[in-house]
């Protein structure tokens, strides 16, 4: 048993490592699979055995082989993460359709969380398809809803996107009015969207409220630091959001509905 645990770990990295050439090129509007890895600072491909997920950048001490130029720590941080996430996945489902699912819906949230820490924007581009996406895979495979039918599964995620939507749109507009600027930025309510279809309505509901304390142990103290009026919510969302689908059946059965 142990050894699967390991397998999984390692695909999880693998997937990081995939995950990291996501982060970097989407917001460059390069291409994710052309060309192949190469050093951000002298160009140069990196050969299979220099671009071994975790283990070569702690070999090679964080810096390219050949100019020696800084590689950024959030490579070694996406490929543990990345492993992390879908070892605890696999512990909590086992091999069933929510592993897959719910590790395809975690990946997008942690390319989605980086680009926003990196650049602070939310690509659409990945929450208006994933909430699609969700909404399909409800009406296909209702058990991801905790459902056994598949109208109400498809309600569930429905119910979830609106609640999205409606929830952060009320907050921008109650951030216009009692600050006079954008308190929320649009790629917020896409992504609280894109959680709903994949959660549905009850565990998002959950996530928006749990999101916020995560927010104000890291938010507050930086706030206060660096003087700054905003903080990056994706990363809160998509930590708040993990830990809904752990503890999914005990959050389901608190709802009387
Ligand atoms: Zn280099």
Not at 26 to 51: K, M
Not at 66 to 83: D, M, P, Q, T, W
Not at 130 to 139: C, F
Request: one cysteine or more; proline letters at 5%; a positive charge.
């Amino acid at each position: 048993m142990i050894l699967v645990y390991i397998f999984v770990f390692i695909f999880g990295a693998v997937v990081g490592s995939f995950l990291n050439v996501c982060i970097h090129r989407l917001p460059r509007a390069e291409s994710i699979v052309f060309p192949a890895s190469h050093c951000a600072n002298c160009n140069r491909p990196i050969p299979w055995y220099y671009n071994v997920p975790i283990i070569s950048y702690l070999v090679l001490g964080g810096r390219c082989k050949f100019c020696k130029a800084k590689i950024s720590l959030r490579y070694l941080v996406v490929e543990g993460l990345s492993a992390v996430m879908l070892t605890v996945l696999f512990w909590r489902f086992g091999a069933k359709p929510e592993l897959a699912i719910y590790a395809t819906f975690f990946s997008a949230l942690i390319v989605i969380s980086f680009i926003d820490i990196e650049h602070w924007i939310i690509p659409d581009e990945i929450s208006l398809p994933g909430a699609a996406l969700g909404l399909i895979i409800s009406g296909v495979y209702p058990a991801l809803q905790g459902q056994a039918s598949r109208l109400i599964a498809l309600r569930e995620s429905l119910f979830g996107i609106l609640f999205g939507f409606v929830s952060l749109y009320l907050i921008g507009l109650i951030g216009k009015f009692a600050y006079k600027k954008e308190a929320m930025g649009g790629g917020d309510m896409m992504l609280l969207m894109f959680i709903g279809a994949f959660l549905g309505w009850k565990l998002t509901i959950v996530a928006f409220f749990v999101a916020p304390v995560f927010g104000s142990i890291v938010g507050v103290p930086r706030l206060i630091m660096r003087k700054q009026e905003t903080i990056q919510y994706g990363p809160f969302l998509a930590i708040a959001a993990f830990i809904c689908v752990l503890l999914r059946n005990e959050i389901l059965t608190v709802f009387p509905i």
